[in-house]
């Protein structure tokens, strides 16, 4: 497609392109669990324990992460002050008192060398342009021996039937309006790691399974619904991504997929658990 993009037009429709997407996630996030999606993490973990999770999102991970360490203390941090307010208000109804939520950017943290014994990354690295400078800024805020556990997408990892052109475009569409990052990181978890510093570097995958009415008939709804909303298709219309029509029938191509009664999608996950070198002599994972 030609690029006669009115650059102001395009400027404004990223803005609210951005302030939707964070919204439109939350629902879906605030699903997520410490004992799901950081279960790979959690066996590291001691009590007494300092932990950075960093893009904290709207905090139901961070809260099952704050009960593995505690009395240690877990730091949430976000770029998004309507997810830091979703994760206050859900340690409050929680009653988790061994937990705090700072809104700031992972590239340059406030806190000092050395100030955390673990660090979690859930589904950061695939929205950012620089992973590596990212998980430097993670290794310094780390006391040598700290544990870090991340775990991200992979976009190519994925099984889904009935097939439908129309579902792998959405796929697409998704993965070039992602201006900034990689929604194929996953794969490249252990080497990113490596890349900035760590030691004992081990990857790992899981998919997960959209297997039953319940779910399918819940994703697909979902889904559907996404690729209605005007904020994203004045965004990837104005970047010549597609049409309105192709995004109407995207989303109706969601809805009936979700409906079908072989509907069927496994994604995988992929996980990486790394260490920061400790120096000579020193245990290489934080005490108890």
């Not at 009115?6 to 429709?13: H, K, N, T």
């Not at 999770?53 to 704050?66: F, H, W």
């Not at 992973?131 to 780390?142: A, N, T």
Request: proline letters at 6%.
């Amino acid at each position: 497609m030609s690029r006669t993009i009115d650059r102001e037009a395009l400027v404004a429709a990223r803005e609210t392109y951005e302030r939707w997407v964070r919204s439109a996630h939350t629902g879906a996030h605030s699903r997520r669990t410490a004992e799901k999606n950081a279960a790979f993490f959690l066996p590291h973990l001691k009590p007494g324990m300092s932990l950075l999770d960093a893009g904290c999102g709207p905090g139901s991970i961070t809260i099952g992460l704050a009960r593995a360490v505690a009395p240690g203390h877990v730091t949430g941090v976000d770029v998004s002050s309507d997810s830091l307010k979703t994760a206050r208000k859900l340690a409050e109804e929680q009653a988790c008192a061994n937990v705090s939520f700072d809104q700031h950017h992972l590239r340059s943290l406030p806190y000092e060398d050395g100030s955390f014994d673990a660090v979690f990354v859930h589904a950061v690295l695939q929205h950012v342009d620089e992973p590596v400078r990212i998980l430097r800024e993670l290794f310094r805020v780390m006391r040598p021996g700290g544990v870090i556990g991340l775990a991200d997408a992979d976009f190519d990892g994925s099984l889904m039937w009935p097939n439908d052109p129309l579902l792998e475009r959405s796929t697409a569409i998704t993965s070039e309006i992602r201006q900034q990052g990689d929604t194929r990181i996953g794969r490249r978890l252990r080497g990113l790691l490596a890349e900035a510093g760590f030691a004992d570097a081990v990857g790992l995958a899981q998919a997960g399974v959209e297997g039953d009415a319940n779910i399918t008939a819940l994703n697909g709804a979902f889904w559907a619904n996404y690729y209605q909303q005007e904020p994203f298709i004045a965004y990837a219309v104005a970047l010549e991504l597609t049409t309105r029509e192709e995004m109407a029938a995207i989303s109706e191509a969601w809805r009936h997929w979700g409906n079908d009664p072989g509907a069927f999608a496994a994604r995988f996950w992929c996980q990486a658990v790394a260490f920061k070198p400790a120096p000579a002599g020193a245990p290489l994972r934080p005490p108890a």
